[in-house]
């Protein structure tokens, strides 16, 4: 998805070659999926983690090429914004204590990488939405050095051909314009990558559209924005709203915006590519060289990087992936639902979560899907989003009921018993779901703290901007303790 391009522009021609390129590449893709061989024998999974830059004042530091200079390894990447990085972390196997491991590698990994920016001047904080952003930060030289970030703000006003208007009513409103696609950058997530064959695809991806919902009310953390509070994980209505390419006329008229939910259960990834090619125009259509169906014939798996690009232009929620490894193609189902943060062992325990119900979810004999319509998993999606710990959701068999007795009762069972299928260790699934499990009980997650703890602030006499910037250094003092969330006291 982080694949680099040559130009920020692109003609006529080459959006025509580009279309009937991803057209040969679909054909391909169909019958691949039919006669290749796809490398799923282990269960691997994959992480990637979007973070932060702030100043000593804890606004945003537009320094991420310094600090990624200084902290000089390749795990660490740019973002869209100048104050953001990403972490990527290898594929490795679920089972036994590799978890543990993971949580242990990305401590030792954030504090290195914490130490060398603060030596540039910065300090990284994982958090959904940076609080002390504001608008003004994102005028002038806001964007990272990457001409595929240059060619996507190009070629999102193209097709809308006026500024994007953000309005976001939550429990304060707000209302505004941009005239650049910078508002986006203010979405950092974690992205959970599970590898998985052809014939698992289908249920997998839309189990994991299930598990949408809970996620949310489980995990929110990202309350403020610009200064408002609006939704428990404003993130997913900003992140639509920042990458539209449809004018209001467009919207009305039922397109569909390039932030997509989805709109029926599916019965192969393949349905998710052709949707992408049906519904979607190119925004970076640049044609490679390969010749998809000489390298099938050759027996060789084919990149296909018309399609691969063009997917990562189209920001599912949990997004197909296609991908050739040494040789060899694969599949994985990218979970982009969750905010990043609060802390490392947060993180994992949503994972842990995520990974061991979607085990159970995907292997049902009478499937959840089967029994639920995809607008009620849409709906618990949009709950989860708006109201954090007080959504409420539909579940078959049990009706209409408050997430974390769902959690409780359904999932958090449906968890354990799919990590130990999976074969992970006991001391994980003790460790991880046992976070969930009180955050469930306590009903807190990151959005409720940050609202409380900026509540108590603004009590004691603090205007709404200072109790922002004490509540973030608040938040960073936790995050570096790696105690649950559920766990931090309130000034």
């Given at each position: 998805m982080?694949?680099?391009?040559?130009?920020a522009?692109?003609?006529?021609?080459q959006?025509?070659?580009y279309?009937?390129?991803?057209r040969?590449?679909?054909?391909?893709?169909?019958t691949?999926?039919?006669?290749?061989?796809f490398?799923?024998?282990?269960?691997?999974?994959?992480?990637?983690?979007?973070?932060n830059l702030?100043?000593?004042d804890?606004?945003?530091?537009?320094a991420n090429?310094?600090?990624?200079a200084?902290?000089?390894?390749?795990?660490?990447q740019?973002?869209?914004g100048?104050?953001?990085?990403?972490?990527?972390?290898p594929p490795?196997?679920?089972?036994g204590?590799?978890?543990?491991?993971?949580?242990?590698?990305?401590?030792?990994?954030?504090?290195?990488?914490?130490?060398?920016?603060?030596e540039?001047?910065?300090?990284?904080v994982?958090?959904?939405?940076?609080p002390t952003l504001?608008?003004?930060?994102?005028?002038g030289?806001?964007?990272?050095?990457?001409?595929?970030y240059?060619?996507?703000d190009?070629?999102?006003?193209?097709?809308?051909?006026e500024?994007?208007?953000?309005?976001i009513?939550?429990v304060?409103?707000?209302?505004?314009?941009?005239?650049?696609?910078?508002?986006e950058?203010?979405c950092t997530?974690?992205?959970?990558?599970?590898?998985v064959?052809?014939?698992?695809?289908?249920?997998?991806?839309?189990?994991?559209?299930?598990?949408?919902?809970?996620q949310?009310?489980?995990?929110?953390n990202?309350?403020?924005?610009?200064?408002?509070?609006?939704w428990?994980?404003?993130?997913?209505?900003?992140?639509l709203?920042?990458?539209?390419?449809?004018s209001?006329?467009?919207?009305?008229?039922?397109?569909?915006?390039?932030?997509?939910?989805?709109?029926?259960?599916?019965?192969?990834i393949?349905?998710?590519?052709?949707?992408?090619?049906?519904?979607?125009?190119?925004?970076?259509p640049?044609?490679?060289d390969?010749?998809?169906?000489a390298?099938l014939?050759?027996?060789?798996?084919p990149?296909l990087?018309e399609?691969?690009?063009?997917?990562?232009?189209v920001y599912?929620?949990n997004?197909?992936?296609?991908?050739?490894?040494?040789?060899?193609?694969?599949l994985?189902?990218?979970?982009r639902?969750?905010?990043?943060?609060?802390?490392?062992?947060?993180v994992m325990?949503?994972?842990?979560?995520?990974y061991?119900?979607?085990?159970?979810?995907?292997?049902d004999?009478?499937?959840?899907?089967?029994?639920?319509?995809?607008?009620a998993?849409?709906?618990?999606?949009a709950?989860?989003?708006?109201?954090g710990?007080?959504?409420v959701f539909?579940?078959?068999?049990?009706g209409?009921?408050p997430?974390?007795?769902l959690?409780?009762?359904?999932?958090?069972p449906?968890?354990?018993?799919?990590?130990?299928?999976?074969?992970?260790?006991r001391?994980?699934?003790?460790r991880?779901?046992?976070?969930?499990?009180?955050?469930a009980?306590?009903?807190v997650?990151?959005a409720?703290?940050?609202?409380?703890t900026v509540?108590?602030?603004?009590?004691?006499g603090?205007?709404?901007?200072?109790a922002?910037?004490?509540?973030?250094?608040?938040?960073?003092?936790g995050?570096?303790?790696?105690?649950?969330?559920?766990?931090?006291?309130?000034?």
């Amino acid at each position: 998805m982080g694949d680099d391009i040559a130009t920020a522009t692109f003609t006529r021609e080459q959006r025509t070659r580009y279309r009937d390129k991803m057209r040969r590449c679909l054909d391909v893709f169909e019958t691949m999926l039919v006669d290749h061989t796809f490398d799923f024998d282990r269960p691997l999974t994959g992480l990637e983690i979007e973070l932060n830059l702030v100043g000593e004042d804890w606004r945003p530091a537009m320094a991420n090429g310094r600090v990624l200079a200084a902290i000089a390894d390749p795990a660490y990447q740019t973002e869209l914004g100048r104050y953001n990085i990403e972490l990527n972390v290898p594929p490795r196997p679920l089972p036994g204590d590799s978890a543990l491991e993971l949580e242990e590698l990305l401590r030792v990994s954030l504090d290195h990488a914490d130490a060398r920016a603060r030596e540039a001047g910065a300090r990284i904080v994982m958090i959904g939405i940076l609080p002390t952003l504001m608008p003004e930060d994102l005028t002038g030289d806001w964007m990272s050095a990457n001409p595929r970030y240059e060619a996507l703000d190009e070629a999102v006003f193209a097709a809308r051909r006026e500024d994007l208007e953000l309005e976001i009513a939550g429990v304060e409103r707000l209302r505004m314009f941009s005239p650049t696609i910078a508002p986006e950058s203010a979405c950092t997530s974690v992205q959970l990558h599970l590898q998985v064959s052809p014939a698992d695809f289908a249920a997998n991806w839309n189990a994991a559209q299930i598990l949408a919902g809970p996620q949310l009310a489980l995990g929110a953390n990202s309350p403020f924005l610009f200064g408002k509070r609006l939704w428990a994980e404003t993130r997913t209505e900003l992140f639509l709203q920042a990458t539209d390419t449809r004018s209001p006329e467009l919207k009305n008229q039922g397109v569909r915006p390039p932030v997509f939910f989805g709109e029926r259960w599916i019965t192969s990834i393949f349905d998710l590519f052709e949707e992408n090619v049906r519904y979607f125009p190119a925004l970076l259509p640049e044609v490679s060289d390969e010749d998809p169906e000489a390298e099938l014939a050759a027996g060789r798996a084919p990149k296909l990087q018309e399609p691969r690009l063009h997917n990562g232009t189209v920001y599912r929620w949990n997004r197909p992936v296609y991908d050739v490894v040494s040789g060899v193609p694969h599949l994985r189902v990218e979970n982009r639902v969750l905010p990043a943060g609060p802390t490392v062992v947060d993180v994992m325990a949503n994972a842990a979560f995520y990974y061991g119900a979607l085990r159970m979810l995907a292997s049902d004999e009478r499937p959840v899907w089967t029994k639920m319509s995809f607008d009620a998993a849409q709906s618990n999606f949009a709950e989860g989003a708006r109201l954090g710990i007080d959504a409420v959701f539909y579940w078959p068999g049990i009706g209409t009921v408050p997430w974390d007795e769902l959690v409780l009762r359904r999932l958090l069972p449906l968890a354990e018993e799919g990590l130990s299928r999976w074969g992970v260790s006991r001391a994980v699934r003790d460790r991880y779901l046992t976070i969930i499990e009180e955050r469930a009980k306590r009903r807190v997650n990151g959005a409720s703290w940050q609202v409380d703890t900026v509540s108590a602030l603004q009590a004691r006499g603090l205007d709404r901007p200072r109790a922002l910037a004490e509540m973030l250094r608040l938040y960073a003092e936790g995050m570096h303790a790696n105690a649950p969330v559920h766990t931090w006291e309130l000034p």
